[in-house]
């Protein structure tokens, strides 16, 4: 498994399974299998509501913990008991450890969460910290007045919304990018039919989506793909083994219309949405 280095000098792996929406015995078992077929990050979430199933997923899985990166995000609800809620956490994912937390959402009291969260990665609770959906106005901001950098920012990204421009400011503070809906969810059909896209899976005998996700990889992004299906979960972490040219990297890149489907915290329609 190829990985990145974080700022803090920590190693994270560049695919990992993402959970959003996985729930009950399917989530338990999607985590299980994943782990299985070689996969040694989990993403999940309090607000996925699922961490619970993903601990046991993990645990059935009879590996040890300590080849794992488990991920997690504090909700923006939780962010005035943040410590609350990262030991429920680890409580529910059966660990006394996490490798990286972050910070769900730039809304509500997010500072006195990053400063909670800050005095557990102190305490050696956490391994790394990092934010979810913070644009770069937020990003610099939060940089500016606290002492952790951010280790991570998690946001939507994929062929149709690149993030270039973010990546920019995200590379320029050292913090590492990584991609939720890195195969563009109702975009999905869409990408994977693309004439530049079917051209490259015929060339290199892979499908759309593994050239896709190796492209997001190749540009350094970690990416979390998620299936409950067994030969999808196969076919998401059999990414490597070829490179893409750099010409058939700027074709891809091309394609970019920078345009997020769910990631717009700087839009009030779906900020109000979300405070529902």
Request: aromatic share 10%; hydrophobic share 40%.
């Given at each position: ?33 994943a782990?299985?077929?070689?996969y040694r ?35 923006f609800r939780?962010?005035e ?5 990262v030991l ?14 972050l ?17 557990l990665?102190?305490?050696?609770v ?30 939507e ?6 993030r ?12 590492s990018?990584m991609?939720?809906a ?33 492209f ?8 979390i ?10 076919e ?22 920078a345009?997020?489907?769910v ?6 329609e ?7």
């Amino acid at each position: 498994m190829k990985t990145i280095t974080l700022n803090n000098g920590i190693k994270m792996p560049l695919l990992g399974l993402g959970t959003f929406k996985m729930a009950g015995e399917e989530c338990a078992h999607s985590v299980r299998m994943a782990i299985e077929t070689g996969y040694r990050m989990i993403d999940t979430a309090e607000g996925y509501r699922n961490e619970e199933q993903v601990g046991q997923g993990i645990a059935e899985s009879g590996v040890d913990r300590k080849e794992l990166f488990i991920v997690t995000k504090v909700n923006f609800r939780s962010f005035e008991n943040a410590r609350e809620a990262v030991l429920s956490s680890l409580k529910k994912l059966r660990t006394d450890y996490l490798d990286l937390v972050l910070l769900h959402w730039p809304f509500g009291n997010y500072y006195a969460a990053w400063r909670e969260l800050e005095k557990l990665h102190a305490e050696g609770v956490l391994r790394a910290i990092g934010v979810s959906n913070f644009e770069p106005d937020r990003l610099i901001d939060l940089v500016s007045f606290n002492k952790v950098v951010p280790a991570v920012n998690q946001i939507e990204t994929h062929l149709f919304c690149q993030r270039q421009v973010e990546r920019k400011w995200m590379e320029k503070y050292n913090v590492s990018p990584m991609a939720y809906a890195p195969l563009g969810q109702a975009r999905r059909s869409e990408m994977f039919t693309l004439p530049e896209v079917t051209a490259l899976a015929k060339k290199y005998g892979r499908t759309p989506a593994q050239i896709l996700l190796h492209f997001l990889i190749q540009l350094g992004i970690i990416v979390i793909p998620k299936s409950v299906h067994e030969e999808r979960i196969k076919e998401n972490f059999n990414v490597f083994g070829f490179e893409l040219t750099e010409t058939e990297m700027e074709t891809l890149r091309a394609l970019d219309t920078a345009t997020p489907m769910v990631g717009t915290p700087a839009k009030p329609e779906k900020v109000e949405m979300f405070m529902r």
